[in-house]
């Protein structure tokens, strides 16, 4: 996962999930003066976090853990209305009704996105988390891949400096934008994709030699954890179940 922290907001987190062998680099994304600061400790228990994609799969996994762990409160926005409202009413079951708010979108829509974000600050006041976690694999349909891989994370992304931004009103916040493995290592079965990927991340190294599904619940307990202890600049990895771990490369430097 990396993590970016800036002076419009308190941090910026880009993670990359799934699977990975584990190798021994390291990397150091420079992105301010505030590279070096520790990370703060995070209490979800006051937050509003708003997450595309989280109708099913990891982002509902993100979703539920989230609202486990004491969040205040959460937008869900996705485009496949029927399965996300499948979703949705499992958690205001779970967790009250007034702690998800659903709202139809498009996340190369940045008007549907934007009206995402403006209803979620009407309904809840604030912003505090943005999770870009949408994404699809098809290098058949690579147009809209394209579109929903790297514009999705870019428009959710710029929404929320806009939302979050202390200029704008807000106070601050965490961006969160998920990838998959490919972020990091590039497969040749699948090249537009990794190029999707290897725009969240970044950085890359070795040829991947396997590919394991993930478990959604592994990525969000992982995410929770990674808010604790990454500090800008780095990229994170959840697998196979286990703790996330920090993936470093060498510095060009």
């Known amino acids: ?13 880009k993670p990359t999930v799934t699977t990975i062998s584990k190798h021994n680099y390291s990397v150091q994304n420079a992105c301010s003066d505030a590279e070096n600061e520790a990370p703060k400790k995070i209490n979800l228990e006051d937050k509003i976090a708003v997450i595309t994609g989280g109708g ?3 982002g509902y996994a993100i979703a539920k853990q989230f609202l486990k762990d004491g969040m205040s409160s959460l937008t869900i926005v996705d485009n496949d209305k029927q399965k996300s409202l499948e979703g949705v009413e499992k958690l205001i079951k779970e967790f009250g009704e007034e702690k998800v708010l659903f709202m139809e979108g498009d996340v190369t829509d940045s008007q549907q996105m934007d009206s995402a974000f403006r209803n979620t600050v009407l309904h809840y006041e604030t912003i505090d988390i943005i999770v870009n976690n949408a994404g699809v694999m098809d290098d058949v349909h690579w147009e809209s891949q394209i579109k929903t891989n790297l514009n999705g994370c870019v428009i959710g992304t710029l929404l929320g400096m806009q939302y979050m931004a202390k200029s704008s009103s807000g106070d601050g916040g965490i961006i969160v934008n998920i990838g ?13 994709y990794t190029m999707t990927q290897f725009g969240i991340a970044g950085k890359y190294n070795k040829y991947i030699n396997r590919c394991v599904a993930q478990n959604p619940k592994n990525v969000a307990k992982g995410l929770v ?14 697998e196979n179940d286990g703790e996330p771990y920090e993936v470093k490369f060498p510095s060009t430097e």
């Open 180 to 192: 998959s493995i490919m972020s990091v290592i590039p497969s040749s079965g699948f090249p537009i």
């Open 225 to 238: 954890d990674i808010l604790e202890k990454a500090k800008p600049g780095s990229i994170w990895v959840a």
């Open 1 to 13: 996962m990396a993590l970016c922290k800036c002076r419009a907001f308190t941090k910026i987190i």
């Open 56 to 58: 099913s799969g990891i």
